[in-house]
């Protein structure tokens, strides 16, 4: 038995104890999926702080047949997108992303991958958490499926959107840790 | 390109959260609070599950009346809501083209970013379409062209710098079938179409997507029904 089996047989019974268990053993992970599509620190405390709450108030209909962490990141996605929505009818508690990439600068390499961070940020949010899905978490499509609760074919779409928007704008800044032009090319 | 968006996007997320990052006690904190007692909370469970049934049946019926598309995902809306909501007419393939619509979707618009690139554009209102197509999904995605200026499409020249990596790009042509002009991507082999991407007169610019890709008879058997 794993720790998260003995956590959601705690949670099953009723003791809140087990919430402890699995929040220290998926919050990296959750925050830096959130992170992802928000692009904001404090906006993915509290979409994964919702989601453990929502674990907490649904364990009773998960199946234990089933794998944890499909249903769990489902909730995380989920939340981080109506998150971002209603954050930005409020258009409250906006933190771009760049604020925090902001400080490095020293290293090119380094700002190599801020520019990236601030393509991403950029990026539409269906294309944003299928990209996180896909290269942060290193889901096949049809786990991006059930977690997007979309067609395949839509996580294949978004997936090729992302892929080119980021491909061209970084290529249109000669990035040198981009991919170099073969030879003869 | 994939490795490089994969070790960036990982950067990326582990510069914003540190390893360190400790959020047990704030979600004990929140849960403890809320904390109520099982019968409280079998209750809840009781009316949800009431509410869930209702719910399922008031779907079934009208699914049963032909007046709701499959719902797939937070997003998804009937072919009716999402064009009323694009404001636009939407254009779908002819119901004798052989394509089965199985799920709309609606993407508002959303404001530029803050941290957006200068001459980037904000994101349009979208209508996404899937569609079930010989023994391909087909993805169409519907957006309205504030100007009334040509298609342009972002494509890398035959002749030109491509990236080690990739794969290569699959040509790009335009093409002209039945009087309409459509552009055309072609997989690297270019043995089969993988999108097609056409301007309408309405200003609505549909780009299809197959997957697999297609022949480009059967691609066109389908996206020149688009009306």
């Not at chain 1, 489902?74 to 933190?95: F, P, Q």
């Not at chain 2, 490795?3 to 704030?26: N, P």
């Not at chain 2, 087909?138 to 030109?160: R, S, Y």
Request: glycine share 8%; charged share 25%; with cysteine.
């Amino acid at each position: 038995v794993t720790d998260q089996d003995a956590a959601i047989d705690e949670l099953k019974r009723g003791e809140i104890v087990g919430l402890a268990s699995l929040v220290k053993i998926h919050q990296l992970k959750a925050l830096r999926t959130a992170y992802g599509i928000l692009g904001d620190r404090a906006e993915a405390e509290d979409v994964v702080s919702d989601a453990f709450l929502r674990v907490l108030d649904r364990i009773a209909s998960f199946d234990r047949r089933r794998s944890f962490e499909p249903w769990f990141y489902r909730i995380v996605v989920n939340l981080a997108i109506d998150y971002r929505r209603k954050a930005r009818r409020s258009e409250a508690r906006s933190e771009p992303a760049e604020k925090h990439l902001g400080r490095a600068t020293e290293l090119d390499a380094r700002e190599m991958r801020i520019d990236l961070g601030r393509e991403i940020a950029a990026l539409p949010r269906p294309e944003r958490a299928a990209l996180v899905l896909r290269y942060y978490l290193d889901m096949d499509e049809e786990s991006m499926a059930t977690v997007l609760g979309c067609p395949v074919g839509t996580v294949k779409s978004r997936l090729h959107r992302g892929r080119e928007r980021l491909r061209r704008s970084l290529s249109n800044s000669e990035h040198d840790w981009l991919p170099k032009p073969a030879e003869g090319a | 390109v994939d490795q490089s968006i994969a070790e960036g996007l990982v950067e990326y997320v582990e510069q914003g959260i540190r390893a360190d990052t400790d959020i047990v006690e704030q979600v004990m904190r929140r849960a403890i609070d809320r904390h109520r007692p099982f019968r409280t909370r079998f209750r809840w469970t009781v009316v949800g599950a009431v509410a869930a049934a209702a719910f399922a049946s008031a779907v079934a019926v009208a699914a049963a009346t032909g007046n709701l598309s499959l719902k797939v995902g937070p997003s998804a809306t009937t072919l009716a809501r999402a064009e009323q909501a694009f404001g636009a007419h939407v254009f779908t393939a002819r119901a004798d083209s052989g394509a089965v619509l199985y799920a709309v979707y609606f993407w508002p618009a959303t404001p530029r970013p803050a941290n957006a690139e200068p001459g980037s554009q904000p994101a349009r209102n979208e209508v996404e379409l899937a569609y079930s197509y010989a023994r391909s999904r087909v993805d169409v995605t519907e957006v309205l062209d504030p100007t009334t200026e040509a298609l342009n499409v972002d494509a890398l020249g035959p002749g030109g710098a491509k990236l080690k990596a990739a794969g290569g790009l699959g040509a790009v042509t335009i093409e002209a079938v039945n009087g309409s002009e459509y552009v055309v991507g072609r997989s690297v082999d270019g043995s089969v179409v993988e999108w097609i991407i056409w301007k309408s007169s309405t200003r609505v610019v549909v780009t299809t997507h197959f997957g697999p890709g297609l022949t480009h008879d059967l691609a066109f058997a389908l996206a020149a029904t688009f009306r």
